[in-house]
C-alpha cells in the first residue's frame, strides 16, 4: 500500500477559510519502521504522538464553513510539521519526559528522509490549498493535554494563539471571552510566535488572516464532542471575520 503523508477533505469547497491539522495522526510510516518508535502503544495514543481529537475537530468546522481541511498523516514524534526545519525540536529525542526510542540514534540523513516523505509533501499541498483564492483566512487546529508531566493542571478550555497580526484572533478572543462557561487562554498554553512554523509559512509570510486555536483535548476525545465544538466555534469565527473585515 502506497503510503500517503496527508489528506485533503473538501478540496473544491468554495469558503475562503483554509482548516489545516498538523498533529493530526499517529500513524508511523512504514519506511520509518512502522509500528510505534518503540514506544508503547498506550503512548502512541497520548499527546505526545498527536493532538488528540484535532482531526475530527477539524473535519467537522470544514464542513459547518464549507472549507477544505487538511491533515497530515504522520505522527510528530516522526517529524514535526508545525516546526521550521532548522528548528532543534523538529525530530523529538524527548518529549514530556517519554524518550522516543526510534529518534534517539537519528542523524541528518534519517531527519532528511523524513523531510522529504512526510513534511515536505505536506507543506507542498499546504501552499496550493492556500493559494488557491487571493482572500484565504486560515484557521490551525489544535489541542493541548490539560497537565503536562510535574506541571500544574492547564485551566483554559480554548486558547488562542496568535503572533503579530490579531486582526482574526482578537475579535475571536473577545467574542470567546462573552462566553460564560469557558476559561480562555490568549497565547496560552503555549507562545503564538515560533519561527517557521506553519502559521508563519503559509499565512504570516503571505500577509493571510489567521489564528490558531487550541482546544484542551479532554473536552474533544469523543466523536460528539468534536462535532459539537465544531458546531460552537464556527458561527463564532464567522463573527470574527466580520468585525475584523476580513
Known amino acids: 500500500m502506497t503510503y500517503i503523508p496527508f489528506f485533503i ?8 477559510w483554509l482548516i489545516t491539522c498538523d498533529h493530526a495522526a499517529n500513524t508511523v510510516p512504514p519506511f520509518v519502521g512502522g ?42 514524534l516522526v517529524i514535526d510539521p508545525n516546526r521550521g526545519e532548522d ?18 540514534h537519528a542523524g541528518n540523513e534519517e531527519q532528511e528522509l523524513r ?4 513534511y515536505r509533501p505536506y507543506h507542498t499541498a499546504l501552499a496550493e490549498l492556500a493559494a488557491r483564492r487571493d482572500d484565504t483566512v486560515i484557521v490551525s487546529i489544535h489541542s493541548f493535554t ?3 508531566q510535574g506541571r500544574p493542571p492547564r485551566p483554559w478550555h480554548v486558547g488562542v494563539l496568535y503572533a503579530a497580526d490579531e486582526r482574526l484572533s482578537r475579535p475571536l478572543i473577545n467574542r470567546l471571552h462573552q462566553e460564560h462557561d469557558l476559561c480562555i487562554g490568549e ?14 509559512r503559509h ?11 487550541e482546544l484542551r483535548n479532554d473536552l474533544i476525545e ?19 471575520a466580520a468585525v475584523a473585515g476580513v
Open 35 to 76: 509500528g510505534s518508535l518503540g514506544l508503547a502503544e498506550a503512548d502512541m495514543t497520548r499527546h505526545i504522538a498527536y493532538d488528540v481529537g484535532a482531526a475530527g475537530l477539524a473535519r467537522g468546522l470544514g464542513a459547518a464553513l464549507d472549507a477544505p481541511v487538511i491533515e497530515s498523516n504522520f505522527s510528530r
Open 115 to 118: 523531510l522529504n516523505r512526510c
Open 187 to 200: 497565547n496560552q498554553p503555549y507562545g503564538g510566535h515560533l519561527p517557521g512554523d506553519a502559521i508563519a
Open 146 to 148: 490539560p497537565q503536562l
Open 222 to 240: 469523543a466523536e460528539a464532542d468534536q462535532a459539537a465544538w465544531a458546531e460552537r466555534l464556527a458561527p463564532l469565527l464567522e463573527e470574527a
Open 203 to 213: 499565512a504570516i509570510a503571505y500577509q493571510r488572516p489567521n489564528v490558531l486555536i
Open 9 to 16: 477533505e473538501g478540496a473544491d469547497r468554495p469558503a475562503r
Open 87 to 104: 528548528d532543534p525540536t523538529l525530530l523529538m529525542k524527548l518529549y514530556d519526559g517519554t524518550i522516543i526510542p526510534a529518534n534517539r
